[in-house]
């Protein structure tokens, strides 16, 4: 943590105007995230209203992922959580790490360029909705942090990134006068019971002699310090939990705990944008003494209650991942920073080796090194940690030299933690933090690693076999598409396949163009019911029969006829839609058959964009006698052709004919120059960037014009 900015470092205006915007929205807390220079990220830049520590789980956010702040930023938005409730319904993971009852506003920070996004909190005693006058604070406090950041970067002190660490600004204003102290003073002294009061970091400032006898404590142990450092018997993470609440939800708090060996004492919280003032009292209701021990038999220091909540942040996100390198990204973007370790990597356990699968901090020199060891190598301790299953924790060059001298050599790192990767007796891989300085792991951060290291496995072991599965099922699809679609003279042509992206990212739809002689080419597109293995094996079959028959100059009729009945012996469970266009240079008809496909839409060189009348036959697989209507249409110059499939169409609560009319209007408008890009516009039209519940396949067509003659 560094000191607030000074109008000498440049920081000044900018830690004002984001104090400002903070205490005019009423905000208790506040929190500005600047954009990465890669936008993968937002890192927490400026805080107001909270120590630090609590926002060490999200020092960094990835802008993917699913927290109001990344909300904001990647989709521009202003968002609202007006309660406790509404969090874990809408932001389950952030809702994890803020089990506290509080509002909650992020709003992108948006100028000439994006910046990144302002968060802030409030109790949740303020009303649960916005107004449109606090709508409108937050949003110029937004345009006010964006310009003067633009302006900064104007004179060449844009934000910087890297090792730069969170900055905190005063919320408060500090107006109080030494002789208001001495005042406030003389009336705690006077009170019954003790008073004593913390700063918003924890830390005891001021401390009544009534509180010093009940804490059975002098002041000069307790000023500076927090009191679950400072008092032995507060060093449990449910008290600093209680502090934590106050802080975060700006709500008197109250808790009972016992000084050894029965005093009983109540502690009442009352805090507010400058600190907490904490009155303590014995309690009413005396309790029965708990048994101890003379003395105290623990050896490791309960993890603080800060740990427990980045540990319980990183494994919610953890649980998340989908791929490898997801697992690697959040170990890099989350889990370093968390431990403040400056180099990773992670290796799986494949055949007997060591495969690295990511790394940062390191040379790519180095990991050449490193990469296939043996997993019982005693190059590094990797091997070791692995086959015991027990964590190694190195704090010195030395301590690594004495047992594997070759080691601290190859990276030139100072501290090292070998995290082994197990899930029920099963080696998966191994986590290595590394530092570029000595450091001690204290029994408390030894603890809380090895915990994470059986998540990460967990999530390791995952993304795996998902990787596996991915890899697989893009394997298939790719086999059963057209690698190119071949070049006919006389037209252009550009086609896409977009899988869903729920279940194993493969699917049904096809498409297809096929050369018939010099004089004619045949367009096909079709969708096998469902979006998995067997749909894009089944559509395999259906394309090869198509293909088959059109070769030979089968009738568009017969073809679907045939493939038809192939497909009711094949697979009967199994329909398919289809749409079958040949496309005649020298007569300049097109003849089209349709087996319950939507319609292809004609755009004329006139600009004049429709869907083409195509009686469709049922779909095929269901009936092997079903008959299919054949429908012609003129070939002129300039015409285009779009084929599609209904993922591209069909959405919940719109008719299909408005459906298919709207992409026909964006056919219309769409620039005709680069297929491609134009084929990008209908798709961005469509909606089809976010989640997709099917597959979509997509086949564009125009004819030159020139004329083909049998050579």
């Given at each position: 943590m560094t000191s607030a900015g000074d109008p000498a470092s440049g920081n000044g205006e900018l830690d004002a105007v984001f104090a400002d915007t903070a205490r005019r929205t009423g905000a208790s807390i506040g929190a500005l995230y600047l954009l990465e220079p890669d936008e993968q990220s937002l890192r927490l830049g400026l805080l107001c209203g909270a120590p630090v520590e609590f926002a060490a789980p999200w020092a960094r956010v990835p802008t993917g992922a699913p927290a109001p702040v990344a909300v904001a930023a990647r989709e521009d938005r202003l968002v609202w959580v007006g309660s406790q409730e509404e969090m874990a319904r809408s932001y389950p993971r952030t809702a994890v790490v803020l089990p506290y009852p509080l509002a909650l506003?992020?709003?992108?920070?948006?100028?000439?360029?994006?910046?990144?996004?302002?968060?802030?909190?409030?109790?949740?005693?303020?009303?649960?909705?916005?107004?449109?006058?606090?709508?409108?604070?937050?949003?110029?406090?937004?345009?006010?942090?964006?310009?003067?950041?633009?302006?900064?970067?104007?004179?060449?002190r844009p934000p910087s990134y890297g090792d730069e660490r969170t900055r905190v600004v005063p919320l408060a204003l500090a107006d109080r006068s030494g002789s208001r102290a001495m005042a406030a003073a003389d009336f705690a002294e006077r009170l019954p019971g003790g008073s004593c009061a913390l700063n918003l970091e924890g830390q005891v400032t001021y401390v009544s002699s009534g509180a010093c006898d009940l804490l059975d404590c002098e002041a000069g142990r307790l000023l500076g310090t927090v009191p679950w450092q400072s008092l032995r018997w507060l060093d449990d993470p449910t008290y600093e939990d209680r502090y934590r609440a106050a802080v975060l939800s700006r709500e008197p708090v109250s808790f009972t705990a016992c000084r050894p060996p029965d005093h009983w004492l109540e502690f009442h919280l009352y805090p507010d944008a400058s600190g907490i003032s904490v009155r303590i009292v014995p309690s009413?209701?005396?309790?029965?003494?708990?048994?101890?021990?003379?003395?105290?038999?623990?050896?490791?220091?309960?993890?603080?209650?800060?740990?427990?909540?980045?540990?319980?942040?990183?494994?919610?996100?953890?649980?998340?991942?989908?791929?490898?390198?997801?697992?690697?990204?959040?170990?890099?973007?989350?889990?370093?920073p968390a431990f403040d370790a400056r180099g990773l990597v992670l290796s799986t356990a494949e055949a007997g080796r060591l495969r690295i699968t990511g790394y940062r901090g390191y040379d790519p020199r180095t990991i050449e090194r490193l990469d296939?060891?043996?997993?019982?190598?005693?190059?590094?301790?990797?091997?070791?940690?692995?086959?015991?299953?027990?964590?190694?924790?190195?704090?010195?060059?030395?301590?690594?030299?004495?047992?594997?001298?070759?080691?601290?050599?190859?990276?030139?790192?100072?501290?090292?933690?070998?995290?082994?990767?197990?899930?029920?007796?099963?080696?998966?891989?191994?986590?290595?933090?590394?530092?570029?300085?000595?450091?001690?792991?204290?029994a408390e951060e030894r603890a809380v690693m090895t915990s994470l290291a059986g998540l990460i496995a967990q999530a390791l072991d995952r993304a795996r076999l998902y990787?596996?599965?991915?890899?697989?099922?893009?394997?298939?699809?790719?086999?059963?598409?057209?690698?190119?679609?071949?070049?006919?003279?006389?037209?252009?042509?550009?086609?896409?396949?977009?899988?869903?992206?729920?279940?194993?990212?493969?699917?049904?739809?096809?498409?297809?163009?096929?050369?018939?002689?010099?004089?004619?080419?045949?367009?096909?597109?079709?969708?096998?019911?469902?979006?998995?293995?067997?749909?894009?094996?089944?559509?395999?079959?259906?394309?090869?029969?198509?293909?088959?028959?059109?070769?030979?100059?089968?009738?568009?009729?017969?073809?679907?006829?045939?493939?038809?009945?192939?497909?009711?012996?094949?697979?009967?469970?199994?329909?398919?839609?289809?749409?079958?266009?040949?496309?005649?240079?020298?007569?300049?008809?097109?003849?089209?058959?349709?087996?319950?496909?939507?319609?292809?839409?004609?755009?004329?060189?006139?600009?004049?964009?429709?869907?083409?009348?195509?009686?469709?036959?049922?779909?095929?697989?269901?009936?092997?006698?079903?008959?299919?209507?054949?429908?012609?249409?003129?070939?002129t110059p300039g015409l285009m052709l779009a084929f599609y499939t209904d993922g591209l169409i069909e959405k919940p609560g719109i008719d299909l004919d408005d459906a298919i009319a709207g992409l026909a209007h964006h056919l219309a408008q769409a620039d005709e120059r680069d297929l491609d890009l134009l084929i990008d516009h209908l798709l961005n039209k469509a909606g089809t960037k976010g989640q997709r519940a099917d597959d979509i396949a997509l086949l564009v067509l125009r004819h030159d014009g020139v004329h083909h003659e049998a050579g």
């Open positions: 506003a992020a709003a992108p920070v948006t100028g000439i360029r994006r910046w990144g996004a302002l968060l802030l909190m409030w109790p949740a005693s303020r009303p649960p909705y916005m107004t449109g006058r606090e709508r409108g604070h937050i949003t110029a406090g937004c345009r006010n942090l964006a310009r003067v950041l633009e302006e900064a970067a104007e004179r060449g009413g209701a005396q309790r029965p003494p708990s048994p101890a021990p003379s003395h105290s038999t623990r050896t490791v220091t309960p993890a603080r209650a800060g740990r427990l909540y980045q540990l319980t942040h990183l494994a919610a996100g953890l649980t998340e991942v989908v791929g490898v390198q997801d697992v690697v990204a959040l170990v890099a973007e989350q889990i370093m296939g060891l043996p997993l019982d190598t005693d190059f590094t301790p990797a091997g070791r940690a692995l086959s015991s299953g027990i964590p190694a924790f190195f704090s010195h060059p030395e301590e690594m030299r004495r047992m594997y001298p070759e080691a601290p050599q190859i990276s030139g790192k100072q501290a090292w933690a070998f995290l082994p990767l197990i899930i029920s007796g099963r080696p998966v891989g191994c986590c290595i933090l590394s530092y570029d300085h000595p450091r001690p792991f204290p990787d596996t599965k991915h890899e697989l099922a893009h394997g298939l699809q790719q086999a059963v598409l057209p690698r190119a679609l071949p070049e006919i003279a006389g037209l252009r042509v550009a086609a896409r396949y977009l899988p869903a992206t729920r279940g194993m990212a493969i699917g049904g739809d096809f498409y297809d163009l096929i050369r018939l002689g010099d004089t004619a080419a045949a367009a096909v597109i079709g969708d096998v019911q469902g979006h998995n293995v067997a749909a894009a094996a089944v559509m395999g079959q259906v394309r090869t029969g198509i293909y088959a028959h059109a070769t030979v100059g089968t009738p568009p009729d017969q073809i679907l006829a045939r493939t038809n009945r192939l497909l009711a012996e094949l697979a009967p469970d199994l329909f398919t839609s289809c749409l079958y266009a040949r496309l005649d240079f020298a007569r300049r008809r097109i003849t089209l058959a349709s087996a319950g496909h939507p319609p292809p839409l004609l755009r004329r060189a006139d600009g004049d964009t429709r869907p083409a009348v195509v009686p469709p036959g049922p779909l095929l697989g269901i009936d092997p006698e079903a008959v299919f209507p054949l429908t012609e249409i003129p070939l």
